[in-house]
């Protein structure tokens, strides 16, 4: 049974706007999705792979756009279309490092390349006051950053793929990705999760997939910086709460913004946040 959302506990009626770039609903279901679910979210989303596309475009609800463009910096690319889809990139598969863990070799094969046109997130204005970016595109995630400089400024969380090696080549990595939106105002908060790979010709427990000691990737989530809520808004400050708690369960940074939103304004909301919390934390 899925948690209550912040709207429920604290009787409120907040909705996030969210901007999901690489929308193809390759795994399991966006960190929105509770969101999306009550009715609390609009999503506009990014997917250029036609299949990918017709599968969004029939399941979709009510509140949720797609649009087929590739998100860039509005300049035309080379598409690697590599064997597993889920690897497929504007930058070119870095088999040097890839070869070093199992599997990625061929899953990293490119089988075809086609030119593409992108769009920079500043210049579409479907997505005007995005709140939540959710962003995976395989190493082009800075590149989308340097190009929604506008889009940031209304954003309050973001949560995108970072790697610690280069899987493409010149691909930047969570360095430069956290010294980027640390420049526009956001600190990194948690992973969600870290994902490692066993390092070649070692083999655990007869799996390829899975983990060791040497971390790869994770999704890494930004927030506003809360030692800084002055520059919130209070309409931000519920946003914000809306968002790491349905999304996140980060409740001590829910509790913090609720805090701060009754100084402002007296009210209640953080002593009904965490009554609620307490009521409905588990049995020791």
Request: proline share 5%; hydrophobic share 45%.
């Amino acid at each position: 049974m899925a948690a209550p959302s912040l709207n429920a506990l604290i009787n409120e009626t907040v909705r996030v706007k969210v901007v999901d770039i690489g929308a193809n609903p390759i795994d399991s279901a966006p960190p929105y999705a509770g969101l999306l679910q009550a009715g609390d979210a609009d999503v506009v989303g990014f997917e250029p792979n036609r299949e990918a596309l017709a599968k969004l475009e029939t399941l979709k609800g009510p509140n949720e756009t797609y649009l087929p463009h590739a998100v860039g910096d509005g300049r035309r690319h080379t598409l690697h279309l590599c064997a597993a889809s889920g690897m497929t990139s504007l930058l070119e598969p870095n088999l040097k490092v890839l070869g070093l863990f199992h599997g990625f070799p061929d899953w990293a094969k490119v089988v075809a390349t086609e030119k593409l046109k992108t769009v920079r997130l500043d210049d579409v204005p479907e997505t005007e006051g995005v709140q939540l970016i959710k962003i995976d595109i395989q190493g082009g995630e800075l590149m989308v950053f340097k190009n929604a400089v506008d889009r940031l400024k209304t954003t309050l969380v973001i949560h995108t793929e970072v790697e610690f090696m280069q899987m493409y080549v010149g691909q930047p990595l969570f360095s430069d990705v956290e010294l980027f939106l640390r420049q526009h105002g956001f600190v990194f908060h948690r992973f969600f999760p870290l994902t490692s790979r066993v390092i070649q010709p070692m083999l655990v427990g007869g799996s390829i997939y899975a983990g060791l000691s040497q971390t790869l990737w994770a999704d890494a989530i930004f927030v506003r910086d809360f030692s800084r809520l002055e520059l919130m808004s209070d309409d931000q400050l519920l946003t914000t709460a809306a968002i790491v708690h349905d999304c996140y369960e980060s409740v001590d940074l829910v509790y913090h913004l609720l805090l701060e939103h009754d100084r402002r304004g007296g009210g209640q909301r953080a002593a009904t946040y965490l009554a609620a919390l307490q009521a409905n934390a588990p049995a020791a």
